[in-house]
Structures are given as structure tokens and as C-alpha cells.
């Protein structure tokens, strides 16, 4: 099976750099995605890691150490905006690439 | 027009009732996927489909059915909703490698 976990609430202020941390268990491993959910809206595809390293879009970064089953979402340059919830799901045995989400974080940027 | 279309959006039903979540998608995506959302639970996988003669169940099946009717359309079926099913329901869709998916707008369902 699989089984992920994230905290469940982050807060921050605005201009600021916030981590959100997911650590995970998998049979089999292909990769580490992320979404971002607005309150009550449809999840958005952020990133995904199938690799060892930082990969950086813009004001987002994802990390992935397999070897720690251990990644991250960097959030840099904090907006209100940004106040949503984060999923990492990550994608295990069978070669389907189907993800397994974590429970989510909340994440609240303050003025 | 949005990609990944769900309908209906909003339904209240009572218990016993079955009930149909249509989900239709203009992506050409093969892959197709139905979610269940609770609070502070993230998302279930409810069933998946690789193509129209492809069908799987999630991790969550019990008490649900889909059809895949064609490439772009996967319903999914409630026969006789309980209130525990009360939840919002995503479709999503994606292409062969799977590792993005296209979410709908979701359909809140409340089973009284």
C-alpha cells in the first residue's frame, strides 16, 4: 500500500518563503506530485519529481530525495493568493502512474 | 469551454435514491478517473479507466458503479445513496503517462 503524510495547517505573511513537507511509504515508487485546491475548487497540477533535486516554475520549487522518501513544496515570495490547500500524491507500483494524495495542507498567508 | 466538465454541479437527494455524476472531457485523454473529496481527507480514487473497455476500481468502490460510455464520457453511479456519501466528487483525466491530471469542477453531493 501506500501512505503519505503532510502537516495539516501552515501559516505565513505575505513576502515570505513557507515549506510544506511530505513524507511517504510505497511499495513501488515513480514520481511526487503536487496540487494546489482553492476552497471548494477543482485541484490544479503544480509539479512532479519522478527525480533526485529541486525543480523550480516560477515562484514554486518541488524537491524529492528518494533515498529519504522525503519531498517538498517551496513557496517563495508568499501572495494572498496563495492561501489554498496542498496536496502531494505520489505515484507507486503497477506502471500507471496513478496517484495516491495525502490528506492535504492548508496553507493561511496573513497580511 | 472548460476541458473537464461535470454535471450535475450541485445535487440534494434522499436516502435510497440513485443517482448519475456525469463527467465529460474535451482533452482527448484515454485515462479517466472519478474522486471522492471529504474534509481533511484528501482525495479517494474511485474507479479509473485506461480506455472505453478499460474499467477499475479504486481504493473506495463499495456502493458505487461507473460507465465509460465512450473516450470522452465516464459516468459514475450511485444505486442507493446513504448519507455517508455526502462528499464532493472530482472527475479527472489524463493523458498515457498519467503524471498530470486534469481536474472538473467538481459536484457536491448531500444525501439526506
Known amino acids: 500500500g501506500q501512505s503519505l503524510e503532510q502537516p495539516s495547517e501552515v501559516t505565513a505573511v505575505e513576502g515570505a518563503i513557507v515549506q510544506i513537507n511530505c513524507t511517504y511509504q510505497t511499495s513501488g515508487f515513480y514520481g511526487l506530485s503536487w496540487y494546489q485546491q482553492h476552497d471548494g475548487g477543482a485541484p490544479t497540477f503544480l509539479s512532479y519529481?519522478?527525480?533526485?533535486g529541486l525543480e523550480e516554475t516560477g515562484r514554486f520549487s518541488s524537491f524529492l530525495s528518494r533515498s529519504d522518501s522525503y519531498g517538498y513544496l517551496l513557496l517563495q515570495e508568499l501572495q494572498m493568493k496563495d492561501s489554498a490547500s496542498y496536496f502531494c500524491?505520489?505515484?507507486?507500483?503497477?506502471?500507471?502512474?496513478?496517484?495516491?494524495f495525502g490528506r492535504g495542507t492548508s496553507l493561511i498567508v496573513h497580511p | 469551454d472548460a476541458d473537464v466538465t461535470q454535471t450535475p454541479r450541485n445535487r440534494i437527494t434522499k436516502t435510497g435514491k440513485r443517482i448519475m455524476l456525469e463527467c465529460s472531457q474535451t482533452k482527448g485523454h484515454d485515462r479517466m478517473y472519478w474522486y471522492r473529496q471529504d474534509p481533511g481527507l484528501g482525495l479517494q480514487l474511485i474507479y479509473y479507466?485506461?480506455?472505453?473497455?478499460?474499467?477499475n476500481k479504486g481504493e473506495i468502490s463499495d456502493g458505487y458503479s461507473v460507465s465509460r460510455q465512450a473516450q470522452a464520457k465516464f459516468s459514475l453511479s450511485l444505486e442507493s445513496a446513504i448519507p455517508n456519501q455526502t462528499a464532493l466528487y472530482f472527475c479527472?483525466?489524463?493523458?498515457?503517462?498519467?503524471?498530470?491530471?486534469?481536474f472538473g469542477p467538481g459536484t457536491r453531493l448531500t444525501v439526506l
Open positions: 519529481n519522478a527525480l533526485d
Open positions: 500524491a505520489v505515484s507507486g507500483s503497477g506502471g500507471s502512474y496513478i496517484p495516491t
Open positions: 479527472a483525466t489524463s493523458g498515457a503517462g498519467g503524471r498530470e491530471q486534469f
Open positions: 479507466s485506461f480506455d472505453v473497455k478499460d474499467i
